[in-house]
């Protein structure tokens, strides 16, 4: 079953602003993922926050995470055109690797 | 950085046939491989998790008949769709975790976009 839930399920920006996604999930968790998924592509490792953390950044990324709320969020800053794409977060709990995705949301940038 | 390989990344298969997947990393031993299946606009799915030498897990409501699972070696695992139905047409992801069992991060594959007519 899907553990996390993001909104919105799709965001249309211009070029230049600012893109970002919520990821809600339910149960405890280790960490949190974000992943990128071009159109029919594989998946491509964006970032990882893990439970004792609550914001993370990697270049024009952005991630905090609130284990009180259960959420986290993904910030794009000054979007690009390549940026478009699905981003999911994904959840692991336990000490097993299997990870759980939420449902996704699908970014579309426009030059 | 650790590399996932999928082979075939498309296959096209009639109904009734059987079609193997092949999951490869590259350079990492993998104890532990993921498969899940994604159909379009949605999300992916767990369908089981391979582990070396023993059997899959399978998640609820996959069927393992359906779906072979063989993880022969430290870098291989394969999966077996038999006798596939239009219905199964789906992209295939798998991924693969470093020995350990403390990685949190998996390493994905391409993916094979299965079409069965």
């Known amino acids: 079953s899907q553990q996390g839930e993001e909104d919105p399920q799709a965001l249309s920006i211009q070029e230049g602003e600012n893109a970002t996604m919520n990821c809600s999930y339910k149960?405890?968790?280790?960490?949190l993922q974000w992943y990128r998924q071009n159109s029919g592509r594989g998946l491509v490792h964006l970032i990882l926050?893990?439970?004792?953390?609550r914001e993370k950044h990697s270049g024009r990324l952005r991630v905090t995470l609130d284990t009180s709320k259960k959420s986290s969020s993904l910030l794009i800053t000054a979007s690009r055109a390549a940026d478009t794409a699905s981003y999911f977060c994904?959840?692991?709990?336990?000490?097993?690797?299997?990870?759980?995705f939420g449902t996704g949301t699908k970014l579309q940038v426009i030059p | 950085g650790a590399v996932v390989s999928q082979h075939p990344s498309r296959v096209i298969c009639k109904s009734g046939t059987s079609v193997k997947i092949e999951c490869r990393s590259l350079?990492?031993?993998?104890?532990?491989m993921f498969w899940y299946r994604q159909f379009p606009k949605q999300s992916l799915m767990l369908m089981a998790t391979?582990?070396?030498?023993?059997?899959?897990?399978?998640e609820q409501g996959v069927e393992k008949d359906k779906f072979l699972i063989n993880h022969a070696s430290l870098t291989l695992s394969t999966l077996t769709v038999t006798s596939a139905h239009p219905e199964d047409s789906s992209f295939y992801i798998c991924?693969?975790?470093?020995?350990?069992?403390?990685?949190?991060?998996?390493?994905f594959g391409p993916g094979t976009r299965l079409t069965v007519l």
């Open positions: 994904a959840t692991s709990s336990g000490g097993y690797q299997k990870v759980t």
């Open positions: 149960t405890s968790i280790n960490n």
């Open positions: 926050i893990r439970s004792n953390e």
């Open positions: 350079d990492f031993q993998a104890t532990t």
């Open positions: 391979s582990n070396e030498g023993s059997k899959a897990t399978y």
């Open positions: 991924s693969a975790g470093t020995s350990g069992g403390a990685t949190d991060t998996q390493y």
